[in-house]
């Protein structure tokens, strides 16, 4: 990185920080701290709630998606306008008439408080666990690319959030995430200009965007009922309608975004936008990781993208193989440039879909290809990381981008970072000081609720930084964040829908329905990742939800009989 790189990242950060100290200064109340003062409007809340989902994860780790499975991870997020609505018409105005600081307030005068205390509890295992990895995935791909050390990195960007987020609470959270998604939305319009400005001079958008759908990168949708393939139309409206519900509905890092409204018009305008803005937003990040894939049809590109492991291999016995790997694919590579050229003058339809089929094989030699060097990776380190999705936007950014933008981008993917991470530990110090001190330490007064809220906010931080130091990279880090989230949001949402409609089964029926369906979620889960059974993490939130309500009304209709 260039001196201009670092002026640029560093500067951005440290105004953002400032920015949001300076802007927060002398909060009063919990309600300040917690809540903003509820001064914040529709827009505010809108760019607040997208930023807490998007993190640094979406950034690094979507563009890889597309680059090798398309654009297929889109569907994910087709319950979420759906999601959105049934929040907008159900969940804001009973937030906002009753008044709550947590959205687990409302259990306790629904059910009981050993209730509303099991659900922040399962809320605060899920994110606290996810707060780590939002630290984390920035910092092990950051550190792997650019020789950063690991443990300092986590330290760095832990620290930055937690100076302002500890500082301002809420309302410093909602201030510095507008900023960040500047800075965010800004990196990534520049950086898909330059990405087709690096295209060769003969290959127009048009061409590119046929390039892609001739790679099979440009399928959207998938309405079967396989339950093999994670992302489908059926698992995105129906898995993802629930696991967004769950999100936005009941996790308190973003139903704290949405309490700091001025009004009920204003926070459901705010999630209106989300709504709107969400899928589009995505598709675009998807289509830029296509748009990397097209570039490199035309660029060589490394056999993997994560340099660590590349590293492993070429310093060990094996380094003659995996050289040999890397003479077969340039070959290859000069091979399909030639084809994909071809493909853009081909005038007639037999003509193009020849071609087409001649880069399908092409690519498929070159998956082999990467295969084997996964092989020889894991060969001379059986610990390396051989999945480099997280680790291609990353290279595209440093090898072929310009100085000072370099430097742009790496900010944009920290603000991320910084972004969701300050509402996670927002979220975190608000639920245990109001759910678990406050409830059982009642009388004392706002003072000492204000610095208890800091204080916990605070411990969150450190507890973030300490899981961010010792979690181990799984799979792509997009989807780990989305199974820890399945494994608890179902049922979360499940014990929130039984509130709000299922009036006849009472407390204890729902305490222990939420404690047998939290452990058989755990159990399908590991069936499925030890693959006995075959069932996509999506499908989780749906199965939660459903199974403890099932549980409770029985054992509700149990308790009667008795």
């Not at 159900?90 to 005068?109: D, G, N, R, W």
């Not at 990895?133 to 986590?154: D, E, H, K, M, R």
């Not at 969150?460 to 130091?469: E, H, K, N, P, T």
Request: charged fraction near 15%.
């Amino acid at each position: 990185m260039s001196f201009i790189d670092w002026i640029i990242l560093v500067g951005t950060l440290l105004f953002i920080v400032g920015f949001g100290m300076y802007k927060t200064r002398g909060n009063k109340s919990v309600s300040d701290y917690l809540k903003g003062g509820n001064q914040a409007n529709w827009w505010t809340i809108g760019l607040s709630v997208m930023a807490t989902q998007a993190s640094a994860i979406t950034f690094l780790s979507t563009p890889g998606q597309a680059f090798h499975s398309g654009m297929g991870f889109v569907q994910f997020y087709f319950g979420l306008p759906i999601a959105m609505v049934i929040i907008c018409l159900v969940f804001i105005p009973l937030y906002h008439k009753l008044k709550v600081f947590t959205a687990y307030e409302y259990l306790e005068s629904r059910f009981d408080l050993k209730t509303r205390t099991l659900t922040a509890i399962f809320f605060l295992i899920q994110r606290g666990l996810a707060a780590g990895i939002t630290i984390f995935a920035p910092s092990i791909i950051l550190s792997a690319v650019l020789g950063w050390n690991l443990v300092y990195l986590n330290i760095i960007i832990g620290i930055l959030v937690v100076i302002y987020t500890v500082s301002g609470g809420t309302k410093a959270v909602s201030i510095t995430q507008k900023q960040q998604m500047a800075v965010i939305f800004g990196g990534l319009f520049i950086a898909f200009l330059l990405i087709l400005n690096l295209l060769p001079l003969d290959v127009g958008f048009g061409d590119a965007v046929e390039i892609a759908g001739a790679n099979d990168k440009m399928k959207v949708l998938d309405f079967s009922f396989d339950l093999e393939n994670r992302y489908t139309v059926w698992t995105g409206l129906i898995g993802g309608t629930f696991l967004m519900l769950s999100y936005f509905g009941t996790d308190q890092s973003q139903v704290q975004r949405y309490l700091s409204g001025k009004s009920v018009k204003e926070s459901q305008m705010g999630m209106i936008m989300n709504g709107l803005l969400k899928v589009p937003m995505q598709f675009f990040i998807l289509f830029i990781g296509v748009m990397v894939f097209v570039f490199y049809q035309f660029a060589s590109s490394p056999l993997n993208f994560n340099p660590a492991a590349e590293e492993d291999v070429l310093n060990s016995e094996y380094a003659a193989e995996y050289l040999d790997l890397q003479s077969e694919k340039e070959v290859l590579e000069k091979e399909k440039e030639t084809v994909h050229l071809q493909f853009i003058k081909a005038t007639s339809t037999e003509q193009k879909d020849d071609l087409a089929l001649q880069l399908k094989e092409i690519n498929t030699q070159e998956v082999a290809l990467r295969d084997q060097a996964k092989t020889l990776i894991k060969k001379a380190n059986p610990q390396a990381e051989t999945n480099d999705k997280d680790y291609v936007f990353i290279h595209f950014i440093l090898n072929n981008l310009p100085i000072g933008l370099i430097g742009l981008l790496l900010a944009a993917i920290l603000s991320a970072a910084m972004s969701s991470t300050a509402s996670e530990l927002n979220a975190l110090g608000s639920t245990t000081a109001i759910d678990l001190y406050k409830r059982n330490m009642p009388g004392r007064d706002e003072k000492h609720y204000l610095n208890m809220s800091k204080w916990f906010t605070l411990m969150w931080g450190v507890i973030a930084i300490l899981i961010a130091c010792v979690a181990n990279l799984f799979e792509n880090l997009i989807e780990l964040v989305n199974i820890i989230g399945s494994i608890f949001y179902g049922n979360i949402l499940g014990v929130f829908l039984l509130a709000f409609f299922i009036k006849f089964v009472k407390s204890k029926a729902t305490f222990i329905a939420a404690i047998i369906t939290q452990i058989i979620i755990i159990g399908v889960w590991l069936l499925d990742k030890f693959e006995v059974i075959s069932l996509p993490y999506l499908w989780l939130n749906a199965l939660g939800c459903g199974l403890v309500m099932a549980i409770a009304a029985i054992l509700q209709s149990t308790m009667r009989k008795e």
